[in-house]
């Protein structure tokens, strides 16, 4: 059983009771027509090939309450985006699949980048953002939520927990944040444990403690890919087309909400997916890139709201951040054995002296390009300002409901 302790500026949101998903299925449902959602599930076709997916899509399959799902497929041959649209028949709810290769598609990106409207370069990040423009071009949606592709023994259930905050009137949350444990026999979530967090408190700690930066330190997992929000937030969010994407998004929803009407809900019991390598050397790859991203988007939001670490500061804050890196290995290596799981302490520092070099390299990068952010989306709001019709450009790429299963396609 999760605590119910409440610390940092948002609410958290526990799991508390074990009572199956029929009853918060059925309050959804109810709840979803006056608040209708739509889900985003952004997805490489290698995903299709392996077994999360099939497990999420037969989950998904029954879920009466959804207005809408918008499938957006990446990485797919146009014979390998057919047999991803294969998946989703049967449906309840309405299922539009996007295949991100479609020349149409590439037409529109390369006008809106003509107008200085860049929509980055191909990756998650750009994924979303077009799915987020098809749920809020159709206009039925009032949440719009998004979760990964990846997720092993996945459960409608963590889907009904992140929309309910955002559905219940009475709640009045703008955007809901998932968050759960990464234990499996061992401890995941290596960048979030020993990265993202020492380093938030490390700046923490050599600076007055900027709002944005208690902020990202409220939330247990703010690298999580789970996250529901009112299409008015969506309408009017900035989405970095990189690593940093969950990082800047966070970002948006403290530029655009009150941290009052922001929550982190405890999604399940155990989440489990797949497991990037370190590629320590390889500064491109694994999670030496990841690493290099999330810093540079961090390091960007926080001098958009006046915070320029200097960079007498920035080297205090290497070796600070790699303080309290040891300090969390020698935490969860105890948290570890007293739950009997498999813990490497050597292969833990090694991935801190991993996780340094990425700080330094970012860092580095950041003052040499003057603090520019690379890759970032710009909001639908700034998008239809340029292009007023841009909504309706979207539906033409799609030629309607199909018959039975009604899927319908952009491609």
């Known amino acids: 059983m999760s605590d119910f302790f409440q610390a940092g500026a948002v609410t958290t949101l526990h799991r508390l009771s074990h009572d199956g998903p029929e009853r918060l299925e059925k309050q959804i449902e ?7 959602a739509g889900l985003i599930l952004p997805a490489l076709y290698s995903e299709f090939e392996h077994p999360a997916m099939r497990g999420i899509v037969d989950e998904l399959r029954e879920a009466r309450w959804l207005r809408r799902i918008a499938v957006a497929v990446g990485q797919a041959t146009p014979e390998q985006y057919q047999r991803a649209c294969g998946f989703f028949r049967g449906f309840k709810a309405p299922v539009t699949t996007i295949w991100m290769e479609d020349p149409r598609i590439e037409d529109l990106f390369t006008s ?38 990846d997720i092993r023994h996945y459960d409608r259930d963590l889907l009904a927990r992140l929309v309910f905050p955002v559905a219940h009137p009475s709640l009045d949350y703008d955007f809901s944040k998932g968050y759960y444990a990464r234990a499996s026999g061992a401890l995941y979530g290596r ?33 999580s890919g789970e996250y529901a929000m009112k299409t008015r937030l969506a309408r009017a969010m900035r989405i970095p087309g990189n690593w940093g994407m969950e990082v800047g998004i966070l970002a948006e929803v403290h530029r655009n909400c009150l941290p009052s009407r922001v929550c982190e809900v405890d999604l399940c019991d155990n989440y489990e997916h797949k497991h990037r390598p370190l590629c320590p050397d390889e500064p491109g790859n694994g999670l030496r890139r990841m690493t290099r991203e999330i810093a540079s988007s961090l390091f960007h939001s926080m001098a958009r709201e006046g915070v320029a670490l200097s960079r007498e500061v920035k080297s205090v804050l290497l070796l600070r951040y790699e303080e309290l890196a040891r300090d969390a290995i020698r935490r969860y290596r105890a948290d570890a054995i007293l739950n009997g799981l498999d813990y490497d302490e050597d292969t833990e520092n090694r991935a801190v002296h991993a996780f340094a070099e990425s700080l330094r390299e970012s860092s580095a990068e950041f003052e040499a390009t003057g603090g520019c952010q690379p890759q970032e989306i710009p909001s639908w709001n700034r998008v239809q300002a340029a292009f007023p019709d841009i909504f309706e450009r979207l539906l033409e790429l799609s030629p309607g409901f199909a018959p039975a299963p009604r899927i319908y396609a952009i491609g």
């Open 191 to 223: 960048v979030k444990r020993l990265f993202f967090t020492p380093l938030i408190r490390a700046i923490r700690g050599l600076t007055s403690e900027p709002p944005l930066v208690r902020f990202l330190d409220s939330f247990r997992y703010a690298l």
């Open 30 to 36: 109810a709840l979803s027509r006056a608040h209708p």
């Open 112 to 149: 809106l980048d003509r107008a200085g409207l860049s929509p980055g370069s191909p990756g998650k990040g750009r994924t979303c953002w077009l799915a987020i423009g098809y749920l809020l071009a159709e206009g039925d949606c009032e949440i719009i939520a998004l979760h990964d592709c």
